[in-house]
């Protein structure tokens, strides 16, 4: 059979596109020139906007499948999952990628057991191989140390996650046009098996560190949960969130929804500071590609040196609250010269 295209599968919650939706059209978007086919990509939802739709299509897609239907509301794989498999049935696209975010991690498999095909999860790059045409996929193994490329030649689609922040969200061009075909939901596509119950929530403190520009994570040199409060200040005098290791996640020290890492979360901030943090592979793999890395760290053969663009051995007990007075100190002194100005 004839496969042809590029699909993404956006993400649409809480009644807006989630970023990862636009970097996986900058992905798509690069494939899709490779292999000079169209970029479509899937959106699915309660009560999609237009303008949601129309921002796709300004983001690179060529053409949108919309399913808006009140009993997508809440996401329920089977239910999603049924869907996608209906439109890949229907327009046999080459490939298809998705975020590897819950959303992603869940869809996915789901899917590609239904059609027969096979998935590469958590890949950090992806390409053409230029004498084939197959997908490349590349993701980290064995804990981080080596990277694997992966290639689906015999099964179509070619079906892969990607980790969310390892590439820029498209750009946007308000002048570009595209197609948009309304996606009816059938009564079959609907599993009245599977009903939500209710949802409970992460405690987040902040920012989601996935989406913010500044992380102040610690670690096990913290010693004690309660030692947290130095880094929630840290975070909130700089304007950031709290990120932590899967050490002190694992203690309890702080919830999941912090954790940097491969199990956790991958972030690409304009500043990380590491405070307590040795460094094992899997840290290094989820913070490794911020602009700017701080590390304060009493070993000064602790392996988070190694990414560090500015380090300090020493006592963070000592350090922290020196440098959270300094940022106090500066806090003041621009509120009085606003005052001042302000006055005059």
């Keep these: 059979?004839?496969?042809?295209?590029?699909?993404?599968?956006?993400?649409?919650?809480?009644?807006?596109?989630?970023g990862v939706s636009y970097e996986l059209l900058h992905r798509g978007r690069?494939?899709?020139?490779?292999?000079?086919?169209?970029?479509?990509?899937?959106?699915?939802?309660s009560e999609v906007d237009d303008d949601h739709v129309q921002e796709l299509i300004f983001r690179g897609a060529d053409q949108v499948y919309v399913a808006?239907?009140?009993?997508?509301?809440?996401?329920?794989?089977?239910?999603?999952?049924?869907?996608?498999?209906?439109l890949i049935s229907?327009?046999?696209?080459?490939?298809?990628?998705?975020?590897?975010?819950?959303?992603?991690?869940?869809?996915?498999?789901?899917?590609?057991?239904?059609?027969?095909?096979?998935?590469?999860?958590?890949?950090?790059?992806?390409?053409?191989?230029?004498?084939?045409?197959?997908?490349?996929?590349?993701?980290?193994?064995?804990?981080?140390?080596?990277?694997?490329?992966?290639?689906?030649?015999?099964?179509?689609?070619?079906?892969?996650?990607?980790?969310?922040?390892?590439?820029?969200?498209?750009?946007r061009d308000g002048g570009r046009r595209g197609a948009i075909t309304r996606v009816p939901v059938e009564p079959g596509m609907i599993d009245y098996r599977v009903k939500h119950i209710g949802f409970k929530p992460h405690p987040v403190e902040g920012i989601d560190i996935g989406e913010a520009d500044i992380v102040v994570a610690g670690g096990a040199g913290l010693k004690k949960g309660e030692n947290f409060s130095l880094i929630r200040e840290l975070a909130r005098l700089l304007g950031g969130s709290v990120g932590a290791s899967r050490n002190a996640v694992d203690r309890g020290w702080i919830g999941y929804p912090h954790q940097v890492g491969l199990s956790g979360k991958t972030v690409t901030p304009r500043l990380y500071v590491a405070v307590g943090i040795s460094g094992s592979i899997q840290h290094l793999a989820g913070m490794k590609t911020a602009e700017n890395i701080v590390v304060i760290n009493t070993d000064p053969e602790a392996p988070i040196f190694r990414v560090a663009d500015f380090g300090i051995v020493g006592d963070a007990f000592e350090i922290v609250p020196l440098i959270n007075e300094i940022l106090k100190g500066e806090r003041r002194r621009d509120e009085v010269q606003s005052g001042a100005q302000g006055n005059g």
Aim: net charge positive; aromatic share 6%.
């Design 90 to 171: 229907a327009y046999r696209p080459e490939i298809v990628i998705a975020g590897a975010t819950t959303f992603g991690r869940t869809l996915m498999p789901h899917v590609a057991v239904k059609v027969h095909a096979g998935l590469t999860a958590d890949c950090t790059a992806l390409d053409i191989d230029e004498k084939t045409g197959d997908l490349l996929q590349v993701r980290p193994a064995i804990g981080g140390n080596i990277m694997a490329r992966i290639v689906t030649p015999e099964r179509r689609p070619q079906m892969a996650t990607v980790r969310p922040k390892t590439a820029p969200q498209a750009l």
């Design 68 to 86: 808006s239907d009140r009993r997508l509301d809440r996401y329920i794989v089977e239910n999603y999952s049924n869907l996608l498999c209906g």
């Design 30 to 45: 690069m494939l899709a020139d490779k292999l000079e086919a169209a970029l479509s990509t899937v959106l699915m939802g």
């Design 1 to 18: 059979m004839n496969y042809q295209g590029v699909w993404t599968v956006s993400e649409y919650h809480g009644g807006r596109i989630r």
